[in-house]
C-alpha cells in the first residue's frame, strides 16, 4: 500500500510562484513513477508532470503548454517529489494531485494506482 500526501498549495497572485511536495509512504520509493495532475472544476483530470523511476533511465517531462514554467523533481532520499510552479496564471487554479505507479511513466491517469489527497491551487489576477 502506497501513501500520498502533498502539500504546499494555497493562494498566489499572477506571476508568483509555488513549491508543491508529496511525501511517500512506502518502501523502494525510487522504483515508482511519479507525477503531477490537475483538475479545474468543471474540467477534465490533467497530466501536468512526471518523473521515471530508477528502473529505467532517469528523465522527466511536462506537459508541453507548461515547460518553462514547471519543473518536477525528486529527493528519493526523502521519499518526496515536488513540483516547482513558476509565473503561474489564473488559468493554473486547480487540484493538483500526486501520483504513483511501477513501471514506465505515463501521461494517463488512469494507469495510476496511487492517489493523494490533493492540494489547492488558486491563483488570483
Known amino acids: 500500500q502506497v501513501q500520498l500526501v502533498e502539500s504546499g498549495g494555497g493562494l498566489v497572485q499572477a506571476g508568483g510562484s509555488l513549491r508543491l511536495s508529496c511525501v511517500a509512504s512506502?518502501?523502494?520509493?525510487?522504483?515508482?513513477?511519479m507525477s503531477w495532475f490537475r483538475q479545474a472544476p468543471g474540467k477534465e483530470r490533467e497530466f501536468v508532470a512526471t518523473f521515471s523511476g530508477d528502473a529505467f533511465y532517469a528523465y522527466s517531462y511536462s506537459a508541453d503548454s507548461l515547460k518553462g514554467r514547471f519543473r518536477i523533481s525528486r529527493d528519493n532520499a526523502k521519499n518526496t517529489v515536488y513540483l516547482q510552479m513558476n509565473n503561474l496564471q489564473p488559468e493554473d487554479t486547480a487540484v493538483y494531485y500526486c501520483?504513483?505507479?511501477?513501471?514506465?511513466?505515463?501521461?494517463?491517469?488512469?494507469?495510476?494506482?496511487?492517489w493523494g489527497q490533493g492540494t489547492q491551487v488558486t491563483v488570483s489576477s
Open positions: 512506502v518502501r523502494s520509493f525510487s522504483s515508482y513513477a
Open positions: 501520483a504513483a505507479k511501477l513501471g514506465p511513466v505515463d501521461r494517463d491517469w488512469d494507469k495510476y494506482e496511487y
